[in-house]
């Protein structure tokens, strides 16, 4: 019987806002959001890297307080989502041979540090998800290896290997408030575990989850991860071509994107294969001014429509594309039985969906935070899939250590130490 009114702490640093929610799980299962506390970064984290320590600590305390203040409970520990630049994925493999004939919890971290002997490096931090890891006993799939009789033991784990600088930071600015850090979850699988339903991990779906500076990817069938990603690019790039494009602020361009978004009769042109002057010559009346408030002295003051609709159509198919060629280059497109689940605050632009379902040619839907049974209204977007899913790892982690099949952190990430633990041991 799970503990009544047992309550999680997650966090999602973006480069737009730090994002804070407090969930609440009650005896019957029942998952409610009931805390939830938002704060713009203002420059302090980009691309994950927290870029001013005092400021990310000052935003991450008022985001945190707000929740608390809605929740009305004090969180002492906090799960944290993390992203970043030269972030490097693997799926790796580790055997145990079952000395007794049965599988035990130290067998599950031995599995797990021989996976993951390839992959540690000086410098760098390796996380990996409870949500990631796959087990098998005499090569049969089970969900929980624990008390099975059999020979060997086999793990399939994700691993996402981070630059220290990263990680030693985001740990630094939770506990220098005071919270601890229970784990750490790689974004694109805390997007998925946020709003991509059961069916479509079976099935065969991708994620895209394309936050302000870094877009995530993650691929899934039959319930196994095929394939993460972390792109350095977001929705900033299409304000940053935009700014650059009409001499403005970013603040404006930034404005302009979101009230204009990405245009519909672009989107059928694509669909048609129409070229750019034929687009622009069939249409009756293309002149829609728009007056630009923070124009450079010197520069015009007024655009046409068309121009602002052509630079931001164009920067978004290009980002998509990318994503497309990746995912074929790597024969990983087949998979996508049930398409793409689009989500991350970069996605609310208008007809970005439709844009990304002419691009992968599958079809394409919003990710939005799913599963709740409370899930307040401001919730409801797709920039808050991400920390929901750290909310589910959250209480995946506690049923798990629990039950014995992890060992709790109880200062930095698990997976983290006990990595480290190995490294040091077996190098040092």
Known sequence: MRR??????????????????????????????VGHGVEPSRGCISQGVIQDLTAAQATLKRAIVMAEREAQVSLPSLFSAINGRNVETFICEGNVKLERGVVE??????AIDIASRDILAPGKSVTSSITAQEWYVDELPVADPIGLHGQVLKTRVHFARIPSVITDNLIHCIESLGRRLEDLVFTP????QGCLTREEMEVGVG????????????????HRILATQCFEWGGYHITRDLAARLHISFEEADDLVMTY????????????????DDFVARIDNPQHPIKLRSAVQGMPSVVDRQELEYVVHERARELYTKVRQYLKARGLAVNLVSGMVLTGGAIEIKNAIDLAQTVFQVPCRMGLPDGFEILPQAVRAPAYSAVAGVIRHGFIYRAAAESGRIEAANANPSSIRRLAKWFFKYFF
């Open 105 to 110: 919890s130290a067998h599950l971290a031995e």
């Open 261 to 276: 978004g990405i245009s519909p009769d672009r989107i059928r042109a694509d669909i048609q294969g129409e070229e750019e």
């Open 4 to 33: 009544k009114g047992e309550v999680i702490g997650a966090v999602d640093f973006g480069s737009r806002e730090v994002r804070v929610l407090i969930a609440r799980r009650d005896s019957d299962g029942g998952i409610q959001i």
């Open 189 to 192: 699988l805390a997007s998925a």
């Open 207 to 222: 994620v895209l989850d394309m936050g302000r500076s870094t877009t995530g990817l993650a691929l899934y069938r039959n």
